[in-house]
């Protein structure tokens, strides 16, 4: 079966970095988009970044614009966020779902990876 583990969470000071890992399984991974989402407490879940299956479009969220960088190897079937120069507000479940070339929603999710941003 499909499956999308995210990983390199954890906390870190406001000014710093981390880069998080989603490793797929079970999927033809080249052919799918890959997304980042994140939801904080009592907020909804929204799109932080967003890249197509050859990595030659990327789309950000107004908010982490040159802050956060997305990207995807996709001979190791992983798809990785550098987010660099944090906030608190940018703490989080932090998730990676794909979703098949030209359909809109996305077909599968990760457990997600929470990243707190200390101030």
């Known amino acids: 079966q499909v499956q999308l583990v995210e990983s390199g969470g954890g906390l870190v000071q406001a000014g710093g970095s981390l880069r998080l890992s989603c490793a797929a399984s079970?999927?033809?991974?080249?052919?799918?988009?890959m997304g980042w989402f994140r939801q904080a407490p009592g907020k909804e879940r929204e799109a932080v970044a967003t890249?197509?299956?050859?990595?030659?479009?990327?789309s950000y969220a107004d908010s982490v614009k040159g802050r956060f960088t997305i990207s995807r190897d996709n001979a190791k079937n992983t798809v990785y966020l550098q987010m660099n120069s944090l906030k608190p507000e940018d703490t989080a479940v932090y998730y990676c779902?794909?979703?098949?070339?030209?359909?809109?929603?996305?077909?599968?999710w990760g457990q997600g990876t929470q990243v707190t941003v200390s101030s």
């Open positions: 779902a794909a979703k098949i070339v030209g359909t809109l929603a996305y077909d599968y």
């Open positions: 079970g999927l033809t991974f080249s052919t799918y988009y």
């Open positions: 890249i197509s299956w050859s990595g030659d479009s990327t």
